[in-house]
């Protein structure tokens, strides 16, 4: 694959190690506790076609980023860093 | 129809014009005992036990391609059992266990090869730790030996440990039980005895639901009608989140690619089935004279079920590391599975929050040494409504209380398993 | 000789010498080893693997089924090569390989007598009793009898290589739509590149009569050659392969380059913006009995061998050919070279039987009104039609369509993803609308691009083929000549049951030889449909796989073996450790200092006086792998108090803290030092082996999840190199390093920091934290000094006789502590309880993986914990990798365990062995005497439960 790095352009999947789906993590001192953590951590997000997914740029500009990426065709349709206060509106 | 040497020949002798079919194309039901969606390897043989070891044959498998045509189709039919983990171990080593006499059982050829599975170790520390694991299966009663040097050259003579290397190779773990399996004529052979005994198996039907009333399973939807039916099982590997969804489960795995690849044929050469770790690669010679290589999964999830090339890169250059003439042959073929990996590398199997709907995933790459093991375990949990201690820790709530079996110790990341 | 007096692509003024089976023959450049063993009259070149059938040369290309060959030249012999895919070298040594006793005559041929029996899966429906027979009797006997080439086993000296390209279009085959489209690709400014996998452009143009743009075709091919090789945007790769197509723009391919490169085979990684797919098409064969026989040969391959090669394929022909204008022009190509066509059979006509032995020397067949004809003949030219190369069409997915109107698989779209097949790829096969079909998509992939405005032009269709093909009669009829798979196999396995195509392919082995089915699988569609009643459109077919043909091994690997297979670090104290004659090991990514041997000593000895030195005054030891993380800004502390499970917020500046760091399931992920080298800027260390992940998993919860919290990460692992002093002198040494550097017990106490310059000039930074349990100051400078830093230490620490010491000894010292370590005690399945230190997991804060610590099995009682062991008679060894029981193992060798070893030593501080464990329980079990059991060794020893930290427990050592 060719991962468009928003730093670097488009980079050959091998600079990037893979993160997983993109899941929105419990605050640490949240009340909410055992559960919220068991399910932000454990759901499959596992779909076939598009999924928002996170890759780290290892052998490039380290930087996380969120890509939406088809399952199935592997088509990429969005690409910006994960950090969203770094992100462009 | 019993297959043998006679019946060959007799057929021959008729022209071959009378050999039944193994499998029938029947007319689905409305309504059956136990529906088992998909037609794989474990689907068929859970279809086989339950008709076998139980009586049960008001069994539908729907399979939504071909049988056999998802992983099963798509393996190395590598047969092993060196776990460290007592709960893997146990299940693997019941299948290697019923692998040995499964083609006699089946009537049906499924060419196990116990030629050896040979694991190398790059380091003193390596070496340790697979002792570990040899002394695991010792001490359960499983036969594995650690060999160094000479003994390792003279059980794998083609292997070379001379020349300088990247991670050399300073021992292995044998278990000469470990070997090959012809991965299509599990499917074949399971398929056979099931639909002998007068279990339906459907082709080309995807299920598109499931009715469930008041937390109980009450019917399966497919592409060819409703089927009643008050116990079903969810066996379909790579496709395991899409049907677990239509049940309202959200199951905790990833689908990922898992790399393979042939050489072109070659006369005999390597007869047992070697691992490399250091990157892992492994390697075995088909019946046919192909070298059947294989690695680690691509790391991503997806579920395009075709090659990555930088992946067989690696595999090949490991591979290098310890057959160097393996330089002089072609690659022939190479594909790939989608195999369902979850957040701890190891199977799910048991009951699910609907009553009557159970569940036989995650299996990753190791699925297809469980076959028997598996179907065995699953139509005594339908047949019986008993979960056998087998499966107890593969349960699907076992992430809620923390009794995790990660063999890898990877944690939950599926694509680092 | 068959060699035709004139004519031909051929180098007829210089003689290449080859053998053939230790025949010596000859040929000329532009050979390839197929038309050259032709030019020689030999047509008999393999045996079919199954029933050992005598095989000719059914081809001319790399879809060639049969003359497989094994090919010896100077760099060692390559089996199953095909005739048709070696161009002819001075010296090769081309060997039949699949007869037993020869071509001629081959004992295999007695199989046939019996190939009823040997039908499609016949192996599924014996050797099943008794139960090892298929393992010990059948398997081996068919593994050596199955005829394929010998492997080779000796070193391989050629050299490969990998190298990348990229362009904005990819023209993939150099045929008449190929070229046009590198032409108008090139000349509108493209960057393109053009790949051929034979050694010169012009594919079947090369052996045609038409002409194009009123040039005869070899010329136009010649001329539009010349056109790119003018052009500078545009690179021509000749004698490539483009095997396969991958996600996002990526073609790989294989380069032979001449013999006289350096490199036997490269692989090329291409990645383009446009790929056009102009691989041609492949003849589909006849399927009739009797039409594996040597001398039946594709009309197609019959006028390349006449017309390019110049060689006569036979002395009397038949044509079964079912196209008109193919038939005229097979008719015309034999004319040219003077073999008279004696018969032409028609479709509709039924070909019921071919007569010879080794070789063809009659046909016979029923025509449509059902008169029988018979006539002798060496050669039958035959072609069933044609189907599109589209190979690299269907690798991403693309799917094929069987239509009626071309009677072949066509790609199903216009594209997949930036591939678009053209010309022969997509059924056009008439050279004119090639050619006008690579302008076409040449412009519409230039326009995609916005290299020019889109144009308007016309789409050639698929050229349509006739729906009469021709019947055939009883007998064995074969569809798939390397796997002798017959029409009677297909039917048989539709017979069982083995409906779907892809079952058919897996029962018979249709497809799945070296050819992959190239020239086998369209029949196998049409031999289905004509058998079941079925459309041939609704019968699918079987996905293609790469490589598109065989590709060297040698050459996808390239120059990565070996010790190159993947880069390995070397710390900055590596020169100066090997001229000391350290011993070495690689560990992952890094190669490290094992041990340092004096002359005549072995390992054990090494370490007995490394440890010795270290416990009795000084040590040094290479800690630079170690992960160094420098974590700086206002949140600082609470970013990594949030990742760490122990308190490390209230570390003072200057002091520093060991901490563990859990997974978010609450499992042990690392541990290592947090130091505060001022308020807001701390550096902290990770294990060596968790480095990456731990690297990776910092910055996610700064960029991704904590984006809040003002920290800056950087990893400094290779800016500072690290070496550890350790050992009762290990003040004094520091001391003498400089002794304006405060560090007395007072001012550099245990768990501190500081920061300066060593002897007034070397920059440093000084952690006094201990691992070995000596007093220990680990001394960091930047990379550059690493050896200025040893030699100072080695210096003024030889009146302490400074001992340098690896990792071995490094290990043993931990082992005798207690100290946990990555891969053994940190294995992913332990929390902070199980390895002793459940009071580090804070109660006070919030930190990642707490919430999920607290689930019922990770809190449970019984889980394993770590302990330490020794051997009750203090004196026999504890076996590496054994299981701890409380019984002896039973009659069977088996035993009920409670847990199994980490690490095992010989303690030389102490004199006997100990070991470290995860036991049952294990806290509550100190005391208790157990059986270490290890099978493999054939030992069980009794060892007694003891603490894990077997040397100094209080830490005495440390607070001197």
């Known amino acids: 694959m060719l991962i468009p790095c928003p730093f670097c352009g488009h980079r050959d999947q091998a600079e990037f190690a893979y993160g997983g789906p993109a899941r929105a993590l419990p605050e640490l001192d949240g009340q909410d506790g055992t559960h919220a953590w068991r399910t932000a951590l454990y759901s499959g997000y596992n779909p076939r076609g598009p999924v928002t997914e996170l890759w780290f740029h290892a052998n490039g500009c380290e930087s996380w980023i969120q890509i939406t990426r088809d399952t199935v065709t592997h088509r990429i349709t969005r690409s910006c860093l994960a950090n969203p206060r770094e992100r462009e509106p | ?417 | 000789m068959t060699r035709l007096g004139r004519g031909g692509l051929i180098d007829r003024s210089s003689v290449l010498g080859f053998t053939f089976d230790d025949r010596p023959l000859t040929g000329h450049p532009g050979d390839t080893v197929a038309s050259a063993l032709l030019a020689n009259g030999r047509c008999l070149v393999a045996r079919s693997s199954k029933y050992h059938r005598p095989r000719g040369i059914l081809s001319a290309g790399l879809e060639e089924p049969s003359a497989l060959v094994t090919v010896t030249d100077a760099t060692g012999s390559t089996p199953n090569l095909k005739v048709t895919e070696v161009p002819l070298r001075d010296g090769l040594k081309v060997n039949s390989q699949s007869a037993w006793t020869g071509l001629d005559r081959d004992a295999g041929t007695l199989l046939q007598l019996v190939s009823r029996a040997l039908g499609a899966g016949f192996y599924y429906k014996t050797f099943i009793w008794p139960r090892n027979s298929w393992h010990r009797i059948a398997a081996p006997v068919i593994r050596r009898a199955a005829g394929r080439g010998r492997v080779d086993l000796s070193f391989d000296p050629s050299n490969y290589d990998k190298r990348r390209r990229h362009c904005d279009v990819l023209i993939v085959g150099g045929g008449a739509a190929g070229l046009s489209a590198a032409v108008t690709a090139g000349r509108a400014g493209a960057t393109t590149i053009l790949i051929e996998q034979d050694h010169v452009l012009g594919g079947a143009l090369l052996s045609s009569r038409d002409n194009i743009d009123g040039l005869p075709a070899p010329d136009w091919v010649e001329e539009a050659e010349t056109m790119l090789y003018a052009l500078s945007n545009v690179t021509v790769m000749p004698r490539t392969l483009a095997f396969g197509h991958y996600d996002h723009g990526l073609v790989y391919a294989v380069e032979t380059p001449h013999s006289d490169s350096v490199a036997s085979a490269i692989l090329w990684k291409i990645r383009a913006r446009r790929i056009l797919l102009a691989a041609g098409a492949i003849e589909r064969p006849v399927v009739f009995p009797g039409n594996d026989r040597p001398g039946v040969m594709l009309a197609g391959a019959v006028r390349s061998y006449i017309r390019r090669f110049a060689v006569a394929p036979g002395k009397r022909a038949a044509v079964a050919v079912a196209d008109p204008a193919e038939r005229a022009d097979t008719a015309a190509a034999l004319n040219e070279a003077a073999i008279p066509v004696v018969a032409e059979i028609l479709p509709g006509d039924r070909p019921s039987g071919t007569r010879g032995r080794l070789h063809l020397q009659g046909v016979r067949w029923r025509d449509a009104t059902g008169r029988h004809h018979r006539t002798s003949c060496d050669l039958l030219c035959v072609s069933a039609g044609w189907t599109p190369t589209a190979h690299l069409f269907t690798h991403l997915g693309g799917r094929l369509e069987f239509s009626a109107e071309t009677q072949s698989l066509l790609p199903s779209a216009e594209t997949c993803g930036p591939l678009r097949p053209i010309g022969g790829a997509r059924g056009v096969l008439i050279a004119a609308d090639c050619v006008d079909d690579g302008k076409r998509g040449a412009h519409l992939a230039m326009a995609e691009l916005g290299i020019h405005k889109s144009l308007k032009h016309g789409r050639s269709a698929p050229t349509p083929a006739t729906k009469r093909g021709f019947e055939s009669g009883r007998g064995s009829t074969f569809i798939d000549l390397q796997n002798d798979v017959t029409g009677a196999d297909v039917a048989l396995a539709q017979r069982e049951g083995y409906r779907d195509v892809e079952l058919i392919k897996r029962y018979t082995t249709l497809g799945m030889g070296t050819d992959q089915g190239k020239t086998s699988w369209t029949n196998c569609i049409l031999e289905i449909a004509s058998m079941t009643s079925r459309d041939p459109t609704e019968i699918g077919h079987a996905t293609q796989r790469p490589p598109y043909s065989p590709v060297s091994i040698g050459a996808l690997v390239g120059t990565e073996t070996g010790s190159r297979m993947i880069p390995i670090r070397r710390t900055p104290f590596h020169r100066i450790f090997e001229s000391l004659g350290c011993v070495f090991q690689t560990s992952g990514d890094w190669l490290y200092p094992r041990y340092f041997p004096q002359p005549g000593e072995d390992m054990a000895g090494a370490v007995e006086r490394e440890c010795a030195a270290v416990r009795s005054s000084l040590g040094c030891v290479d800690m630079s792998t170690l992960g160094k993380i420098d974590v700086q800004g206002r949140d600082a502390s609470q970013f990594l108090s949030r990742l760490y499970c122990n308190d490390v917020e209230t570390i003072k500046p200057g002091r520093l803290r060991y901490a563990l760091m859990l997974r978010e399931d609450g499992y042990v992920f690392d541990d290592g030092i947090v130091a505060r080298l001022d308020e807001n800027h701390y550096l902290v260390t990770a294990t060596t082996a968790n480095t990456s992940s731990v690297w990776r998993h910092m910055l996610k919860y700064a960029q991704v999840v904590w984006p809040d919290l003002d920290v800056a990460l950087t990893q400094v692992t290779d800016h500072w190199s690290s070496l550890s002093i350790a050992g009762p002198n290990a003040r004094n040494l520091l001391q003498a390093l400089d002794p304006d550097f405060c560090c007395s017990r007072d001012e550099f106490p245990l768990a501190a920091v500081r920061e300066g310059r060593l002897g007034g000039e070397l920059p440093a930074r000084v952690f006094s934290a201990s691992y070995s349990g000596e007093l220990s100051y680990e001394i960091n400078t930047p990379s550059g000094f690493a050896e200025t830093l040893f030699d100072r230490a080695v210096e003024a620490g030889a009146q302490w006789e400074i001992c340098p010491y690896g990792l071995e000894t490094l290990d043993v010292l931990r082992v005798e502590k207690g100290h946990i370590a990555p891969g053994t005690e940190i294995d992913g399945r332990r929390t902070p309880g199980d390895l002793g230190m459940a009071a580090m997991a804070s109660t006070e804060k919030d930190f990642l993986g707490r919430t999920l610590l607290q689930r019922s099995a990770l809190q449970a009682g019984g889980r394993e914990q770590l302990v330490g062991l020794v051997p009750q008679d203090r004196k026999t060894p504890i076996p590496g990798g054994a299981h701890l029981s409380d019984q002896p193992v039973d009659r069977n060798g088996c035993a009920k365990t409670l847990g199994h070893l980490t690490a095992t030593i010989k303690s030389p501080s102490l004199g006997h062995p100990i070991a470290l464990a995860f036991l049952k329980d294990g806290i509550a079990r100190s005391g208790d005497l157990l059986w270490a059991h290890s099978p493999v060794a054939g030992k069980s020893v009794r060892v007694q439960v003891t603490r894990n930290c077997a040397y100094d427990p209080k830490g005495t050592r440390l607070h001197v």
């Open chain 2, 1 to 417: 129809m019993t297959y043998s040497a006679a019946a060959l020949l007799g057929h021959a002798i008729l022209g071959n014009k009378h050999w039944p079919a193994i499998l029938n194309t029947p007319d689905m039901r409305s309504s059956y005992d136990v529906v088992i969606v998909g037609g794989g390897g474990h689907g068929l043989a859970t279809a086989h036990y339950l008709a076998a070891n139980h009586g049960i044959t008001d069994v539908a498998v729907i399979e939504a391609a071909w049988i056999g045509g998802g992983n099963t189709a798509r393996n190395t039919g590598i047969v092993r059992s060196d776990y460290l983990l007592n709960s893997s171990f146990r299940l693997k080593n019941f299948a290697l266990g019923l692998w040995n006499d499964l083609s006699r059982q089946l009537n049906f050829n499924l060419m196990y090869e116990p030629r050896g599975y040979v694991d190398l170790a790059h380091s003193d520390d390596e070496l340790e730790r697979f002792t570990l694991r040899a002394n695991a299966m010792r001490l359960r009663g499983a036969e594995a030996e650690i060999l160094t040097g000479d003994a390792l050259l003279a059980r794998v003579p083609q292997l070379d440990l001379t020349g300088e290397k990247r991670f050399p190779v300073i021992g292995a773990l044998a278990q000469e039980a470990g070997g090959v399996v012809r991965h299509d004529a599990v499917a074949w052979g399971f398929a056979r005895s099931a639909a002998s005994a007068g279990i339906h198996i459907i082709q080309n039907c995807p299920v598109t639901g499931f009715e469930i009333t008041g937390g109980r399973l009450s019917a399966v939807r497919t592409a060819l009608g409703r089927v009643a039916c008050t116990r079903a099982l969810i066996t379909v590997a790579g496709a395991s989140t899409a049907l677990a969804e239509m049940a309202g489960l959200d199951l905790p795995l990833n689908s990922i690619n898992v790399q393979a690849l042939v050489t072109e044929p070659v006369n005999p050469v390597l007869d047992a089935v070697v691992n490399y770790n250091a990157g892992l690669c492994y390697a075995s010679q088909t019946s046919k004279g192909e070298f059947v290589l294989g690695g680690a999964t691509d790391g991503y999830t997806s579920y395009a079920r075709r090659g990555n090339f930088g992946k067989i890169e690696d595999v090949l250059a490991r591979a290098l590391q310890i057959f160097p003439f393996l330089s002089r042959l072609r690659l022939m073929r190479h594909w790939a599975g989608t195999a369902d990996i979850t957040f701890d590398g190891n199977a799910i199997v048991g009951r699910t929050e609907v009553e009557g709907l159970m569940i036989n995933a995650g299996w990753g790459y190791s699925g297809f040494k469980a076959t028997p093991a598996a179907g065995w375990c699953l139509a005594e949990l339908l047949g019986t409504g008993t979960l056998p201690e087998l499966l107890v820790p593969f349960s699907l709530n076992r992430f809620e209380t923390g009794s995790e079996q990660d063999d890898a110790g990877a944690g939950p990341y599926p694509w680092l398993h």
